[in-house]
């Protein structure tokens, strides 16, 4: 239990290490890897670099200790990460040395100012927030694990089948090498793909959201293979899975995971909106409400850059034409010669309205600046918050 005067310095002192929060964390990541490479295996270098990482973990924690009195506040926060941590499968063991590592970075950044009570009440302050984490996904593992055809940790699966969906994304579809069951998802959750490719020296981890409805016999993800069209450097793990992996190899892989799925309780009109591989986790959306809530409307809105790199046009269309519940539409940012959409450049507030009912559920998934877009554009209609759903395909950010 933590004393009111600890409460009260902890409180107190957020705002102090707020400020020097980036600065923190960046130190924290150094210390920490410099002492412990082996959790090189488990972080992302690329959202490391990008400082991405560093500002998430550095809010998170600043936004616990803030409320460190009454965490239960934060609790969808701390399940939201906690399905990260448990699909990464980080142990109750890590925690201490993030907590060592995070609190020598405290004092190292803040210098004189970091007087022995402030680190005492900080230590204190972890240890709490690190048995709220911990509780959490003890009980996800747990979880995971008890699921008809679940498991704990990583397992191994074979691509049963790869099948190319446009010139930039292909999918992968997976089945137990055990030849065991596989465990139920929600639509919107994800897997997370472990690989060693023989250039690297750690392994890398990344979520690949499931991409088709729930209820086959294997999981499908799609990769959108990075760096391959705007002449940013090559993704890791993305470019080693359309490179190098092919049908009959094997890759590993932790339990469905993650907070963005489709409430079917509701049955007002949905809409989904989707930029470039955030298509992923709409058409397991899409798929699931066409079969489960036939009665309900649906407008699916995907944006891309050109017909070239659409996927699942096809299957949209066909869905479309077989579902006079669905309505689907195509924005195509810079449509190439024969390109046919509904619209061209960015998806606006006047182009939502006339697709859209305002009376709606609204999830979405695409890159950051077609999230903050999209958000701007629900925003601005005045859709209420608790109607706004979606998700990064990164750590989580601010739109
Ligand atoms: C919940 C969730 C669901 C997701 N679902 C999907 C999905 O369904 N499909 C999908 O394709 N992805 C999905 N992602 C993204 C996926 O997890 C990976 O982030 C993505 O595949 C890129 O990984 P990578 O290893 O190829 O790239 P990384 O190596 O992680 O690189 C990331 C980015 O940084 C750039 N980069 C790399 N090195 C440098 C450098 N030196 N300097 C500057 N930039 C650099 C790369 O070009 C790339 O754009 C999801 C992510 C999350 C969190
Ligand atoms: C109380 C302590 C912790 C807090 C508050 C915390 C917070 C966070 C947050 C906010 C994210 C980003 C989630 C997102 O993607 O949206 C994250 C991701 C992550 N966390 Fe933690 N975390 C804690 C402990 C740990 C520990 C002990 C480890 C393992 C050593 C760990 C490893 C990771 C990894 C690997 C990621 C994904 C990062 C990436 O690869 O980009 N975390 N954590």
Redesign the pocket.
């Known amino acids: 239990m933590l004393t009111q005067e600890t409460i009260d310095l902890i409180k107190s002192t957020v705002p102090v290490l707020e400020v020097h929060g980036k600065e923190i964390t960046t130190t924290f990541y150094q210390m920490m890897f410099d002492n412990h490479p082996e959790l090189l295996n488990i972080f ?4 490391q ?2 400082g991405k990482q560093p500002t998430a973990l550095a809010n998170a924690v600043y936004a616990a200790a803030a409320h460190i009195d009454h965490l239960e506040d934060i609790l969808p926060v701390v399940k939201q990460i906690g399905h ?1 941590h448990r699909a990464l499968n980080i142990l109750p063991e890590h925690y201490p040395i993030v907590g060592e590592n995070l609190l020598a970075a405290i004092q190292k950044v803040l210098g004189d100012a970091a007087t022995p009570a402030i680190l005492d009440a900080w230590a204190q302050a972890y240890s709490v927030i690190a048995d709220a984490f911990i509780g959490v996904e003890a009980e996800m593992y747990r979880e995971a694990e008890a699921a008809p055809g679940g498991w704990r940790g990583f397992r191994s699966f074979v691509v049963d089948r790869k099948i190319k969906e446009s010139a930039v ?1 292909t999918s992968f579809y997976l089945k137990p090498q055990d030849g065991g069951a596989i465990s139920e998802y929600l639509p919107g959750q ?1 897997i997370t793909v472990r690989v060693k490719p023989d250039d690297q020296n750690y392994t ?1 981890i ?4 499931l ?1 088709a409805a729930p209820g086959g016999d294997c999981y499908r ?4 293979r ?2 391959s069209v ?1 002449g ?9 899975l359309h490179d190098r992996i092919n049908e009959g190899d094997i890759l590993e892989i932790s339990a469905p995971a ?1 907070s ?1 799925t489709l409430d079917m309780e509701k049955t007002m009109p949905l809409v989904l909106i989707s930029g470039g ?1 955030g298509l ?2 709409m058409v397991s959306m899409l798929e699931t409400v066409l079969k489960e809530q036939p009665e309900r409307k649906v407008t699916f809105i995907h944006a891309a850059v050109n017909g070239e790199v659409h996927a699942m046009k096809e299957h949209i269309k066909q869905l479309d034409a077989s579902h006079p519940q669905l309505k689907s539409y195509v924005c195509y940012e810079k449509p190439a010669a024969g390109d046919v959409c509904d619209k061209t450049g960015f998806i606006d507030l006047s182009w939502l309205r006339e697709t859209a009912s305002l009376e709606s559920d609204f999830y979405f998934c695409g890159p950051l600046p077609f999230m903050r877009a999209v958000h701007q554009a629900l925003n601005d209609w005045g859709v209420p918050a608790e109607r706004i759903h979606y ?5 989580a950010d601010t739109l």
């Open positions: 992302n270098h690329a959202n670099r990008e990260k994304i994800y890398h990344r979520h690949y959201s991409s993800i799609s990769v959108k990075e760096g705007e940013k450097s090559e993704g890791v793990v993305s470019t080693y993650g963005f591989v992923t986790p998700e990064f395909f990164g750590p």
